[in-house]
């Protein structure tokens, strides 16, 4: 008979496994934002091009580094088309984190590695956070990848080839950078500014040439090929989707001076539940810690462990409330310092793990809003739009969607090879990065493709089907409306 091992860390990597595994495709894809990564991730696998992002063959996808897609791709080529398996990149980022976050407090505070990871497996955000396809994920297991070399560097045993690990800092760097461009760097102030304050030997430090060509060589050459290959891009990069979204409220996320209360607040009350009284005991002495640190370098080396943790929270924490482009997931990253801090926290007043009985209870509840989440009435879920499109058209090559949100998950739930349209009724303005439409009614008429299905809000549905006979068509509604939209098909009359 085997006997199972009853060490905290098995039953840790046992619960974070069956937290992020079981479940992990209950539900279909939602739209918009894991039915957007996953439609650019299968384009890559349908056209074979794996260095552009597309949204169709027409368009591109440029509002993210290629990493998210890569990984997602790659997951679907080895496990098949099923959400599953476009969920699983994220589902592994977690567990990731919940290792390295065992790994770091190991470092900065031996004895409480076992109560760090488990905080972070059992976080409400962090585990929901791991049902979800975005680049997010990803990006903090990146950054916590970087940060743990950093610690390593610093905190090791004598400091062992410390090179080595500085030289892993920077890879970790360059694939946050391919996963969100500058803001995957955002740690690396942190690392600098810990630098600063306590300088240590010459190869402790973060800025080694070694470790910056390594950076290079990872991080830029699929920027340098596809800004080559589009004119224009570099300026994009740099002007939409890193200066608009830190200096302005383009894109409406909270951008309002009070938006940091509203998003990030709850989100750190909230998501770290059930730890969250031992951050909050923590904040209490947080004043009283920072001043013997600002005014006395030798406290301040002597804390080494409590400061490191704490600027990698505190001074991202502070740039996010800064910028004007605000949401919940942003803050995902800050989650391993978080458990950092409070292990270190629950450590320093003696207390032990909790009883499993109580986690196992908390566990359940977990496992139960994954659940609820699969069956809760939504009108994101592809699947359900995929279901009604199948029975009312049978077989379907493309989809299209006249001045409404495109569905984008349905590209998953009908199989490779479909195309995902949005089109205006008129020809329009439009940036040549990331436009809102793919082409005028007209343009999409005259392609003149089989087994597409058309989409409108019901509302807008008369007035469509005359403009289309204006252009010369015929517009057939298939069966009733649908979450308030007409599915239709449309042909070319007889002479």
């Known amino acids: 008979m085997v006997r199972l091992p009853r060490s905290a860390p098995f039953w840790t990597a046992a619960l974070a496994l069956l937290l992020s595994l079981l479940l992990l495709g209950h539900r ?21 091009d794996w260095l552009n992002p597309r949204r169709n063959h027409e368009v591109g996808h440029w509002t993210k580094p290629p990493l998210t897609y890569w990984a997602i791709a790659s997951s679907v080529a080895a496990f098949g088309v099923n959400p599953w398996a476009a969920r699983l990149p994220a589902a592994l980022s977690y567990l990731l984190c919940v290792w390295l976050a065992w790994r770091i407090a190991r470092r900065l505070r031996p004895g409480c590695e076992n109560q760090a990871a488990l905080i972070y497996a059992t976080m409400l955000f962090t585990v929901g956070a791991a049902q979800l396809i975005t680049t997010d994920y990803l990006l903090a297991a990146a950054e916590t990848l970087a940060m743990w070399a950093f610690v390593e560097a610093r905190f090791g045993p004598g400091a062992a080839r410390p090179r080595r690990w500085i030289a892993l800092m920077w890879v ?42 390594l950076f290079v060589l990872l991080a830029l050459p699929w920027y340098v090929a596809v800004i080559h290959g589009n004119p224009g ?22 951008g309002e001076w009070y938006g940091w209360l509203q998003v990030y607040l709850p989100t750190l009350l909230l998501g770290t539940l059930p730890w969250t009284p031992a951050l909050l005991r923590w904040a209490r002495t947080l004043p009283a810690r920072v001043r013997p640190w600002w005014r006395d370098p030798p406290r301040r080396a002597a804390d080494a462990a409590w400061l490191l943790p704490c600027l990698w929270l505190l001074l991202p924490l502070l740039v ?9 997931l942003y803050i995902l990253p ?71 949100m495109a569905r984008y998950g349905l590209h998953l739930h009908l199989g490779r090879g479909v195309e995902i349209e949005k089109i205006s009724l ?15 009614l007209a343009t999409e008429l005259a392609e003149h493709e089989p087994h597409v299905v058309w989409i409108c809000k019901a509302g807008r549905w008369p007035a469509l089907r005359a403009r289309i006979a204006a252009l010369g068509y015929q517009a057939s509604a298939l069966g009733t409306p649908y979450q308030g939209r007409v599915m239709f098909r449309v042909s070319k009359p007889r002479p």
């Open 28 to 48: 279909g894809i939602w739209d918009p934002d894991e039915g957007r990564y996953t439609n650019v991730a299968l384009n890559m696998l349908d056209s074979g």
């Open 172 to 213: 970790g760097f360059a694939l946050a950078f391919l996963t969100k461009g500058p803001p995957g760097l955002l740690p690396l102030l942190v690392v600098l500014l810990f630098d600063a304050a306590l300088p240590g030997r010459r190869e402790h430090r973060a800025l080694q040439w070694s470790g910056l060509l």
């Open 233 to 254: 891009l570099f300026r994009y990069f740099i002007g939409d989707e890193v200066v608009n979204r830190v200096t302005t409220n383009e894109f409406g996320r909270h």
């Open 320 to 328: 996010f409330c800064l910028a004007r482009s605000r949401l919940p």
């Open 334 to 404: 800050l989650f391993v310092p978080l458990a950092v801090i409070a292990a270190m926290q629950r450590h320093q007043e003696g207390r032990a793990l909790p009883r499993w009985p109580r986690l196992a209870l908390w566990a359940a509840l977990l496992l139960g809003l994954q659940a609820v989440a699969g069956f809760w009435p939504t009108h994101k879920d592809a699947a359900d739009w995929a279901r009604a499109i199948r029975a009312r058209a049978g077989a379907v090559r493309e989809v299209v969607f006249v001045e409404d």
């Open 426 to 440: 008129e020809p329009l303005p439009q940036p040549r990065f990331n436009p809102p439409y793919d082409e005028p």
